[in-house]
């Protein structure tokens, strides 16, 4: 292209990561050490139809997983609760685009200017009540079922904002080779 024309149009990329993944299993606990004292017995499932899913519960803030914990009850002693790992948490997607755009100012001199934005779409990941910030999968606890408040962040964002936090993030570099 002539060179005029070629500082507007040409030298331009994109790239993307898209990741999508499934939810972690994880187990519901009693609360009780109901085997041989020894450890926190898995909670027994009363309700075979219950699923673990996104929803929200009134009065509090963030999604839940369970609405309550009716559908579990404490196992009796000796016994285990229900199976291992039967839940599975909620998926996990993220995109992440970066653009780039280069001019080339002379023979020796090069100039790049590039934008990144991860979790460009701005997606809430949201973590079983295990790992999450406030949350509880005790059926004793009063955070039981609750995956508030902080999300997951992708693990490109995780070297620029370390909170836990996945808004969001958009950076613009320049860079001079010569």
Known sequence: MPGALN?????WSLNGIYTNMSG???SIRSGARTSN???ESRANLVDPNL???LQEAGGLFGPVLFRDSTGFAVPAPGDDGAGRNIFQAPGYWNVD???QKGFELTEKFK???RTEVFNAFNQANFDHPVSATLGSPSILSTQFGRTCCA???PPTTQAIIQTGEAGRVI????KLSW
């Not at 500082?7 to 030298?11: A, E």
């Not at 950076?171 to 320049?174: G, H, N, T």
């Open 7 to 11: 500082h507007l149009l040409g030298g």
């Open 151 to 153: 999300t997951v962040a």
């Open 24 to 26: 972690e299993p994880f």
């Open 97 to 99: 685009l970066g653009v």
């Open 111 to 113: 100039l790049q200017f």
């Open 171 to 174: 950076q613009f570099a320049l």
């Open 37 to 39: 004292f020894s450890h």
């Open 51 to 53: 699923q673990a899913r």
